[in-house]
């Protein structure tokens, strides 16, 4: 079972508009949710993250918005580009001594010229 | 930014035979892992390793893994003997302190295919 789940599975946008990926988790122990975006044949980067402390997370054009209550976070990426074409991983963890990222199955974003 | 670098970056290798995939992270960090992602879906975590010891480990983790970073060089893993479902790109990641902000930094991977 999924703990950490995205949607949708892919998207496609015009360049310009406005990306919205969603994000849920079950374990009401994570406390930490990076999103991290892969090239193809490139690593994953940290591209922002927020934690429980946290509604909204904003970095230029990416902002995290959390919905504690329903466990729901959603990356909004404004005037979307071409070079944002990635994968883009929800990622959670929770206080420990190891840290470990959960990721889900990622959102497949293509944004069209 | 800090790098994680992975050799080789890709491997062939026969099904039953040994492989070390080696993994040198960024150089202040303590906390490192390894993760397997199949076929560009999502990343699994296999391990992670501090102090010289592992301290967690996924049931992906099978016996025929172990890793090591014998005095702080490359941190290894070691599959014996490797199996088709093997097959993946794992990657390695670090961290400088795992308990606090997650921020995992991951290398560009390495492939391997089982035959």
């Keep these: 079972q999924q703990q950490v789940r995205q949607s949708p599975q892919s998207l496609t946008v015009w360049e310009g508009e406005t990306t919205i990926l969603n994000c849920s988790y079950e374990d009401s122990t994570f406390d930490y949710f990076p999103w991290y975006r892969q090239f193809p044949g490139k690593s994953p980067a940290l591209l922002i993250a927020i934690s429980l402390v946290s509604n909204k997370k904003e970095d230029g054009r990416f902002t995290i918005f959390f919905n504690k209550r329903e466990k729901k976070l959603s990356l909004h990426i404004t005037d979307s580009q071409p070079g944002d074409s990635a994968t883009y991983f929800c990622a959670a963890s929770k206080a420990g001594n190891t840290r470990k990222l959960i990721f889900g199955l990622g959102t497949t974003l293509q944004v069209q010229p | ?115």
């Excluded at chain 2, 961290?95 to 606090?100: D, E, I, R, V």
């Design chain 2, 1 to 115: 930014g800090p790098k994680v670098l992975q050799i080789p970056s890709h491997q062939i290798i026969d099904m039953g035979q040994m492989v070390t995939l080696n993994c040198d992270p960024v150089s202040n960090h303590l906390y490192f892992y390894w993760y397997k992602q199949i076929l560009g879906q999502q990343m699994e975590f296999l391990v992670n390793f501090y102090n010289g010891k592992v301290m967690e480990k996924s049931k992906l983790f099978k016996d025929q893994f172990s890793v090591e970073r014998p005095d702080g060089s490359y941190f290894t893993l070691k599959i014996q003997p490797t199996a088709l479902e093997d097959s993946a790109v794992y990657f390695c990641a670090s961290s400088f302190s795992g308990a606090n902000t997650g921020q995992l930094y991951f290398g560009e991977g390495s492939k391997l295919t089982v035959l």
